[in-house]
């Protein structure tokens, strides 16, 4: 079954303005990882933050994980309408014979220009 | 570098038919992957491979078979269509099991 779960399912913000995304999982993670997909196109991987981090950024993407909680939040600071999109969350994990990278079922955000 | 190259890009197929989805990458990857995208339940895992000759399953198995000769390809086939398995499908990589993975530009295939 699907281990990430993202929230909100839809975002609708104007340009400029902050996007957060959250994504809540379920078991123990090696790492998390956060993906881009623009309508009728493949994944494209935008960060990857391991269990033993809490935060990591990458140019106007910053991302938060709290394994405790088990969730992390991805933040689009000064959106732009190229943002429009939808972001996965997908966690990794490796141990028991088992290699999986489980997506969650997506959070589509609108940047109106 | 060409990535990760799925072919082909759109195929309808009547049920009952068989097919092979390809799948190429140029990276030098040991890790590949299968998923399947439908509305509303993001991408599930159907099948991924660690290596050459390495094959396991994933979270929706059922009808597909993989194999993987060599670290290049990894072709995802369908043994009998069914409508349930019209979905668009991806195909991904990666230089290790943990790591960002690079994903094809998808095949979109519908089964009547």
């Known amino acids: 079954s699907q281990q990430g779960e993202e929230d909100p399912q839809a975002l609708s913000i104007q340009e400029g303005e902050n996007a957060t995304m959250n994504c809540s999982y379920k078991t123990s993670i090696n790492n998390l990882q956060w993906y881009r997909q623009n309508s009728g196109r493949g994944l494209v991987h935008l960060i990857l933050?391991?269990?033993?981090?809490r935060e990591k950024h990458s140019g106007r993407l910053r991302v938060t994980l709290d394994t405790s909680k088990k969730s992390s939040s991805l933040l689009i600071t000064a959106s732009r309408a190229a943002d429009t999109a939808s972001y996965f969350c997908a966690t990794a994990f490796s141990g028991a014979g088992s290699y999986q990278l489980t997506f969650g079922k997506g959070t589509k955000l609108s940047v109106i220009p | 570098n060409a990535g990760v190259t799925q072919t082909p890009k759109f195929q309808v197929l009547k049920t009952g038919q068989s097919m092979t989805l390809q799948c190429a990458q140029d990276?030098?990857?040991?890790?590949m992957s299968w998923y399947r995208q439908d509305p509303g339940m993001g991408l599930r895992l159907i099948h991924y491979?660690?290596?050459?000759?390495?094959?396991d399953q994933g979270e929706v198995p059922n009808g597909y078979n993989v194999s993987r000769s060599t670290t290049e390809d990894f072709p995802l086939r369908l043994l009998s269509a069914a409508p349930s398995q019209t979905s668009v499908y991806f195909c991904?990589?990666?230089?290790?099991?943990?790591?960002?993975?690079?994903f094809g530009s998808g095949t979109r295939l519908t089964v009547v």
């Open positions: 991904a990589s990666s230089y290790m099991v943990e790591g960002g993975y690079t």
């Open positions: 990276m030098n990857h040991e890790y």
């Open positions: 491979s660690v290596g050459a000759g390495i094959t």
């Open positions: 933050i391991r269990s033993n981090e």
